[in-house]
């Protein structure tokens, strides 16, 4: 299994701020607004519930696995697949195929487009880059689980040590 | 076009019409956007006689070129009307996403006028705006109504501006919100928009806004959110929300306590903001696109009022209805007040600020049982205050009173002249949670002359005197000298308010959030110049920048002027001036200090080039501002300003 | 040939609040004119040092010095 760095989305840190949308959105688009971003935001603003949408790098990704042309296809090297637009014929099965509704149809196309991890950009995936919170962090699955074991027997400890305070 | 959508909605709910009308270069030049579009506006078609609640006048919603782009915060939406509150010029200024999604459906402002037959809401799905039934949202807390749209238009995804029962019942000091929580509290625009039978806004845009350079616009906002991830505000604010000021508070004594007699007490940290995220905190928030992220949601878990929940507080939402009413002993009792006041829609500041006056009354003697109809308003009283709160929204029996404002309410109940030293207002506006004798001197000046009432901590926010000091050389840079970056120095705080002010202006234009300019400095004006020009694609200059700012300054004192408000009203509430700080905790650092405004104000007109006499702006420098049709409806109006005739008018509103 | 006198310089450099007195002083002598009068006191000190380097009324180190040191280090300078 390749332990590639993906996105890896801790949602009780989403904060619903969108600022994951607005860089996707400008560095792959060059314009600012929800519709051209690869990452989405749910929100639920009376009850104070945000969760982020995005690509979560499937192994056996049903996106390619419906595309009939081959638009839609697992770039190995970068553990994440890719659309290639040329290909692409439009008839949205991926976008319904994907657990998470990460994948779109872009308005200027037609075209089913979805996360490419940013290809070419330096410091890596600008959501991750720019997330306030640490609701999306580029890293391995080994280094997330690892974090998020040592985070909940943390949480664990602080509770079992108020318990005895009391 | 890039940055801006171009175009303005206007509706008017007499005739039931949706117009839409364009936005020349020159407009946006001179203006920019948010509230500078909206400052014009309500100077050119609110005459400033008008009554605030009459069909006629107008509130706006202004978004900027900046709003829903890339930059830092780029959510906030100024809601600017005549204040039903003061009389006078007045807005708010509100974070959440709704602002981004006007900016999506394509437009830079919307302005509201008339009434309409019965209570109604706006809808607009980007290019199509229609007018449609509320009657069966009025009545409703913010919270049941945005489920009642997002509902009855199929998607939960739309964003809202609403109004709660008080603003529905024209309370003078009703707030405005969006995305349910996040509130434009001051100066009363919910009761504007209440008079005009209008619940609601709902929109859905799914457009963009265009960047000129891209790249260069990715550069800087990249750089400016790399600088905020080791910013020492944003850790502070991130972490505890702006209840992380609780502790600063009371150490440096601006707490405030009992309507403001004293400025520390032992137990402020019941409800601090590491006390608030121990306990109560449910969710991190935050507004679009912003890499500080202080919003708060909050979540009562034990006690009597265990279960309830709502978006906030902000420190200035929790101290009013809270230590300024002596309550401090219960932080439960602290959010559930935030929590009522959020429910109706009221501004917490003024809220909390009318009955604080109440209450000192009742200390005093000068009100009793008997005008409050049984309601003994004694300090710290939670369970009269959880009662009141509702009252004063449904404008109930004593609640009547306190519905019109502290200074209002003084007159109704026949109180005697002194009553007004303890309403603690200028121009009928109290103030937020910041004694001047603490934080500090720029904001107390800022107080005596601050373009939306007055007792106002957002027309300057001069945060140079005390976040300032976190950021090594930057008074230096600004001011010339680090002496103004402690709050109890007169050193250089009459030139920091005059660049605050002008600073905070242009910020407000843009819409982004002065979190990012002021409290925090990771973003410098050069910065804001330079994310603006590539989004724009335009050339502004740092020079017209600021000059913008200085001209939407000047452009809200002469509506003022127009109200026949000047020097004389350029005051702070007497108490700050007069009577020494107190101890409250032995640490506190501004025992025995008074505000000395006068050492301050005349040197601040000098920047301002306002007629020591009048207060009025100089022709001069309106016309150096453009504003050459301000300087003439000024001209007649300043002999009228200084005749016996309004010299003898005892003005607390107007 | 100094733009103040010393006696001048420490009149400002005691007063608590100086950017518009010292402004107003420099036009008064001829040193900036009404438009640069105006973008100073808009945009802030910073901007009063890099135009008296721009004017060669400070050099390259001075003009640094002044940006960190304020008007205590620009004014004893300037009179000079």
Redesign the interface.
Known sequence: MSDNKVLVFNQEKCTGCRSCVMGCALYHDGECGKVVSRVAIVRNERFGESFVVGCDACTDAPCAAVCPTGACKMDEAAGITKIDANKCIGCKECAMACPFGAINMHYKTGKAFKCDLCEGRDEGPVCADWCPSGAITYTTPTVAFKAKRRGKLEERLKAAKCGEEA | MYGWAGQRLRVDLTKGEIIKEPLSYEYRRKWIGGRGFNSDVIYNEVPPHLDPYDPKARVCFGMGPISGTAAPSTGRVTVTCKSPLTGGFGDGNMGGHWGAEVKYAGYDQIIVQGRAKHPVYIWIDDDKVEIRDARHLWGKFPREADQMIKEELGDEDIHIVMIGPAGENMVRFACTFNDVWRAAGRTGTGGVIGSKNLKAIAVRGSGTVKIADPKKMMDVCNRLRQAFKNDPMKMGLYEFGSLCLINVANRDGWFPWQNFQGGAHPLANNMSGETHSETVLKHREGCFACPICCGRFTQIKDGKYAGEEFGGPEYEHAVPTGPRLGIIEDANDIWHNARLTNDYGMDGIECGGTIAAAMEWYQRGLITTKETGGLELTWGNAEVVDKLIPMIAKREGFGAFLAEGADRAADKLGLPEKAHYYSITTRGMTLPGDDPRGLGFGYGLSFSQGTRGGCDHLRSLCCLELSGALYTGLNTKLLGDERGAKPTTTANKPYMVFYEENQKATTDCLQVCCFTTHWSYAVLTPDQVEYLNACTGLDFTEEEFQEIGERIYQLERSYWNRCMSGAREDTVPERFTTEPMPQGVDYQTNVGVVFPLNDMLQKYYKYRDWDPKTGFPSEKRLKMLGLDYVAKDLAPLRAKYMSDAEKKKKKYYY | MAIMSKAQAKNFCEM?????DVLNYLLSKGVIDAKTH??I???????LVNYLQSKKTLNAKQAKEA??????Y?LPVLAR
């Open positions: 608590d609040d100086k950017m518009i105006r973008r006191l808009l945009e802030g000190y910073a901007s940006v960190k040191g304020g008007f205590d620009l």
